[in-house]
Nanobody, 128 residues
Framework: QVQLVESGGGLVQVGDSLKLSCAAS????????MGWFRQAPGKEREFVAA?????????DYTNSVKGRFTISRSNAKNTMYLQMNNLKPEDTAVYYC????????????????????WGQGTQVTVSS
């Protein structure tokens, strides 16, 4: 069983940056494709970014965050990150990290149905 704990959320101004972290325990972290999702009030949980297992050489992003957000992972620290730059009010949401079951190397998964393990979420609020 994989346990995930997010941190790093907060209240920021438009244009500011934040770096979210997702610490994992249980299982072999390097084997898990990982992802970030977010959920705004009254909306469904949506995909934000994903990173492949292994060295994390493959990534994917939703269009609205491309060029502003960067996903990364440190297998040595069992931690995944989301660097968020130039934040906008529409980025306001609860951000969740997720882990999938072990797959062949370099797999990137972008739908929430593919992730059985979830953290509790961290709130990001971007104020204008």
């Amino acid at each position: 069983q994989v346990q995930l704990v997010e941190s790093g959320g907060g209240l920021v101004q438009v244009g500011d940056s934040l770096k979210l972290s997702c610490a994992a325990s249980g299982g072999t972290f390097s084997g898990y494709p990982m992802g970030w999702f977010r959920q705004a009030p009254g909306k469904e949980r949506e995909f934000v970014a994903a990173i492949s297992n292994g060295g994390g050489y493959n990534t994917d992003y939703t269009n609205s965050v491309k060029g502003r957000f960067t996903i990364s992972r440190s297998n040595a620290k069992n931690t995944m990150y989301l660097q968020m730059n130039n934040l906008k009010p529409e980025d306001t949401a609860v951000y969740y990290c997720a882990a999938a079951r072990v797959t062949p190397w370099s797999t990137v998964l972008t739908t929430k149905e593919e992730y059985p393990y979830w953290g509790q979420g961290t709130q990001v609020t971007v104020s204008s």
